[in-house]
């Protein structure tokens, strides 16, 4: 399994602690595709449809065609264990947008 960059996965995010985002639930791969391609991990974001967009935290994005947001501050790394199945991807200008988010609430 290689999820590649800008694609979203339905990933199991549990077990979890305090106010990790839980469940099951898409996320979007952020790693780079060497790193996917060679490590046991993924970087991922999670999405949620509960939340209004707020960049640079909640980042409006489409997942399987419907309205969501990616949730910036919850970015973790993930084995690929816990991804399981692919939905679609993000389009360039989505991809784009959460990667600005990302330098701002990471101040990179």
Same mark, same amino acid.
């Given at each position: 399994?290689?999820? /590649?960059?800008?694609?979203?996965?339905?990933?199991?995010?549990?077990? +979890?602690?305090? #106010?990790?985002?839980k469940k099951t639930r898409p996320c979007v791969v952020l790693g780079t595709n060497v790193l996917?391609?060679? /490590?046991? +991990?993924?970087?991922v974001v999670p999405l949620s +449809? &509960?939340?209004? $967009? &707020?960049?640079?935290?909640?980042?409006?994005?489409?997942? $399987?065609g419907r309205p969501a947001v990616a949730v910036t501050d919850q970015i973790r790394a993930v084995a690929k264990q816990r991804l399981r199945s692919r939905?679609?991807?993000? #389009? &360039?200008?989505?991809?784009?947008?959460?990667?600005? #988010?990302?330098r701002v609430i990471l101040e990179l």
């Open positions: 399994m290689n999820p /590649r960059r800008g694609e979203v996965w339905w990933v199991n995010l549990d077990p +979890t602690l305090g #106010s990790e985002i996917n391609e060679h /490590r046991h +991990t993924v970087v +449809t &509960a939340p209004q $967009a &707020a960049p640079p935290l909640l980042v409006p994005v489409l997942c $399987a939905i679609g991807e993000l #389009s &360039a200008f989505e991809l784009q947008e959460l990667e600005d #988010s990302l």
